[in-house]
Nanobody
Framework: QVQLVESGGGLVQAGGSLRLSCVASGSIFDNDAMGWYRQVPGKQRELAAI???????NYASSVKGRFAISRDNAKTTLYLQMNNLKPEDTAVYYCWRRGSWGQGTQVTVSS
């Protein structure tokens, strides 16, 4: 079992920045792939960014160049640095690891 706890969401104006964190515990391994997904009401959850165990990253086209995913294995923590935020980035952001999900953290970007 994997437990994931996200933090760092909030309300920010367009153009602002936020950094999300996700602390993992339980049956985890340093070479796990991890990701950030986001969901708005009435729509499917979508991938925002993913990072492999070796540090390779991939981003949704809508966030590429503005978001950066990183990990600190010593702290079992996943990060998502979000810059130049736009109103369309408003969503609940979820951390994913080994098939498990966190509870989500709300990000709201005002115009």
């Amino acid at each position: 079992q994997v437990q994931l706890v996200e933090s760092g969401g909030g309300l920010v104006q367009a153009g602002g920045s936020l950094r999300l964190s996700c602390v993992a515990s339980g049956s985890i391994f340093d070479n796990d792939a991890m990701g950030w997904y986001r969901q708005v009401p009435g729509k499917q959850r979508e991938l925002a960014a993913i990072i492999t165990g070796t540090g390779l990253t991939n981003y949704a086209s809508s966030v590429k160049g503005r978001f950066a995913i990183s990990r600190d294995n010593a702290k079992t923590t996943l990060y998502l640095q979000m810059n130049n935020l736009k109103p369309e980035d408003t969503a609940v952001y979820y951390c994913w690891r080994r098939g498990s999900w966190g509870q989500g953290t709300q990000v709201t970007v005002s115009s």
